[in-house]
């Protein structure tokens, strides 16, 4: 059975971790609890039984102006982050629903902000309702693989481990129970931001949204109940590709802004598999934060910002001509599978900037 296969080497893995001796009563995932597991990976593979009505599924998407917004200057302090693992029914797109694992029921999770020197205590609970085993690596947490060793958690269970934000940056987090990658394409991602100790440059809003695949039963455009396909994650072969977990969201909630407005775009690639080249059509990007590094200086003017299956960065320009501006990935045929969004400028036009016909 191939979902065994992997889920064997990786429990014999964390027991021989144990053995030899990182293992501390707060950190070592139990004997128990790895059987557990892998009887909660077997058992998520089988079919859904119970089925939310068509109609009535709930929008797993998150908007992309649902984010905290820059914290106060101030000393590092304790900071505590509640995160619910629940698996829901949602839409996947119009005529579809997927079976998503979800942070806090949406994807991509909530983005989580805090400051360089914090200490980030985290609760984290599986919903009573869920199915599988769930837990937390936050890529900001130095050590046990980013708290995943400390938050394994059975439904209807709840871990709390608290870590140090030693470095500012944008990360990514995501459920670390294996198969990592089925829980990562079912939507258990986010980011989160460590602000340096003086905070960003001020700007006037803010964005958060993220880009990752989902592998399907049916093939792409099926209509009714989708099931997670764990073969075709092996396989590389996603049947979407999504901007906040489901196909529309983010022209069903454009970005929105101004003429002149000074605009940042956190942007995370949850993968599991495939790079990302986010583009807007139109656009140039000032400021591109590669990788989220806040270490170096950003590199000023490109059309586009790679990002890595499991990284995150940031952009920040001002729009200068008012419409719609598509949000694409660059590696275009993303786009024939699902992905797309949507930035809304609105505002006076200066035809010096750009106008139909010869010049004036
Ligand atoms: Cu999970």
Redesign the pocket.
Known sequence: MPLFGLAWPLGQAMLKGMKEGWRTPASAWSVAGILLLLVGLLAGNRPVACRAAEGGVPDISREPSDLPGPLPRRAPKLVKIELL?RELEGRLTDGATFRY?TFNGKVPGPFLRVRVGDTVEVRFRNDPSSR????VDLHAAWGYSGGAMLSQTLPGGERVFTFRALNAGLYLYH?G?PVIAQ?IANG?YGLILVEPAGGLPKVDKEFYFMEGEIYTSGPFGAAGPQEPDLAKILERKPNYYVFNGSVGSLIRHPLQARVGQAVRIFFGNAGPNDSSNLHALGAIFERIYEDGSLATPPMENSCSIFVPAGGAGFIEFVPRVPGSYPLVDHFFVKQERGLGGSLVVEGPLDPSIIHEGKAR
């Open positions: 693992a694992w599988m085993v769930h837990s459920c129970t829980h258990m």
